[in-house]
Nanobody
Framework: QVQLVESGGGLVQAGGSLRLSCAAS????????FGWFRQAPGKEREFVAS????????YYADSVKGRFTISRDNAKNTVYLQMNSLEPEDTAVYYC????????????WGQGTQVTVSS
C-alpha cells in the first residue's frame, strides 16, 4: 500500500477554482492508478476522476467533466485535481485513493480534505 496525504481544500465562492494535491509515499508510486472521490454530507462517496500510471488515460464523472482535470507528477509522487467553475454542489470531503494495477479496488486512501463552495 501507499500512504496518501491530501491538501489544498478550502472555502471558495461559486465559479472559483481550487487545486487539490495528493502526496504519496511508501510503495512504488508510478505503477499505481490514482483516483479522486468525494463524499457530501448525507450522501455516499462517489467517484470523481482517475488517472492511469502513465497519465495517458483519464476518466471523469459526468458531473465534473469539462470543469475538473486530474494529473500526476511521478517525479514528485503527487497527484493533482484542478477544479474550475466550482458549484455549491461540489461541496464535499475529497479523498485521494490509489489502486494497484493488479487489483480491482482502490486499496489505499487519504484522510480527505474539505472543499466548500459558497453560492
Amino acid at each position: 500500500q501507499v500512504q496518501l496525504v491530501e491538501s489544498g481544500g478550502g472555502l471558495v465562492q461559486a465559479g472559483g477554482s481550487l487545486r487539490l494535491s495528493c502526496a504519496a509515499s511508501g510503495r512504488t508510486f508510478m505503477w499505481y492508478v490514482f483516483g479522486w472521490f468525494r463524499q457530501a454530507p448525507g450522501k455516499e462517496r462517489e467517484f470523481v476522476a482517475s488517472i492511469s500510471w502513465t497519465g495517458g488515460k483519464t476518466y471523469y464523472a459526468d458531473s465534473v467533466k469539462g470543469r475538473f482535470t486530474i494529473s500526476r507528477d511521478n517525479a514528485k509522487n503527487t497527484v493533482y485535481l484542478q477544479m474550475n467553475s466550482l458549484e455549491p454542489e461540489d461541496t464535499a470531503v475529497y479523498y485521494c485513493a490509489a489502486r494497484d494495477p493488479h487489483e480491482a479496488d482502490f486499496g489505499s486512501w487519504g484522510q480527505g480534505t474539505q472543499v466548500t463552495v459558497s453560492s
